[in-house]
């Protein structure tokens, strides 16, 4: 019998099933979202309480750790609780607070890379002048930008895929509300929409891309020639990380949002969402502070102070 949604809720078939092997699928997501809410937590902690850490770059980095961990609680929190209780509903007005947050923390973190990208850029190929190019002042401004054009492509989408009359069950296969997926069930001629969001979505990731590759071709020429090895390799050591993680991050969400509606695939698209709200929030953390001398100097420094605070308890308890 085929199941009709009778109120104006969406369905969200989400991303697992009840067999065994999907539950342990599951419970292996909730550890991945567990380390990289604590990943990134602890990326911020460092950043705040190290004061050498207190430059624009790694203010920038903590940024991206908030993204990070706001993107996560987004969307796993919700399927997680659909997972476990059954209850697949969601309202419309809950929807477009997904999209909305979505948009707004992948778009900021669009530009967000963009802006670190200029940062290393300025830091290698100036070092000279480096205060100057990228002043605290400067730093804030680009940080604010990065979150009100995010914040302007959320509104925009959420209000606009919210706009549409949406017929039959309201199911949507899939596991949060994405803008792309939730217009396919839309009854009405959504193509100006969807060439609207094709604009806005090369305008929101190939514009920052641009930026990010010719300011790393720039480094690139730069690094080249560096006399000093060790300076070579403390560049490309840095450099590196960054590079990751914007192809990580910007190839998933081009192949979720600028790819055909001929070629698109539910279970490619579950798959590449899930990568880019859940698997790169993790990779970040990890990427910056294995290949970082300064975090890892960081956290051992504030290891150091926890057990040296732990051990100071210790003598003054026996000591009474």
Known sequence: ???????????????????????????????????????????????????????????????????????????????????????????????????????TLAGGECFLLAAMAYDRCAAVCHPLRYPMLMSWQLCLRMTMSCWLLGAADGLLQAAASLSFPYCGAHELDHFFCEAPVLVRLACANTSVFENAMYICCVLMLLVP???????????LAAVLHMRSTEARKKAFATCSSHVAVVGLFYGAAIFTYMRPKSHRSTN???????????????????????RNSEVKGALKRWLGTCVNIKHQQNEAHRSR
């Open 1 to 103: 019998m085929e199941m009709r949604n009778t109120t104006s809720d969406f369905i969200l078939l989400g991303l697992f099933n009840h067999t065994t092997a999907h539950q342990v699928l599951f419970m292996m997501l909730l550890a991945i979202v567990l380390t990289s809410l604590f990943g990134n937590a602890l990326m911020i902690l460092l950043i705040h309480r190290d004061r050498r850490l207190h430059t624009p770059m790694y203010f920038l980095l903590s940024q991206l750790s908030l993204m990070d961990m706001m993107l996560v609680s987004t969307t796993v929190p919700k399927m997680a609780a659909d997972y476990l209780t059954g209850n697949k509903a969601i309202s419309p007005a809950g929807c477009g607070a997904q999209i909305f947050f979505l948009l």
């Open 209 to 219: 891309l641009s930026l990010i590759l010719s300011s790393y071709g720039l480094i």
């Open 268 to 290: 490619h698209d579950k798959v590449v969402s899930a990568f880019y709200t859940v698997f790169t929030p993790l990779l970040n953390p990890l990427i910056y502070s294995v």
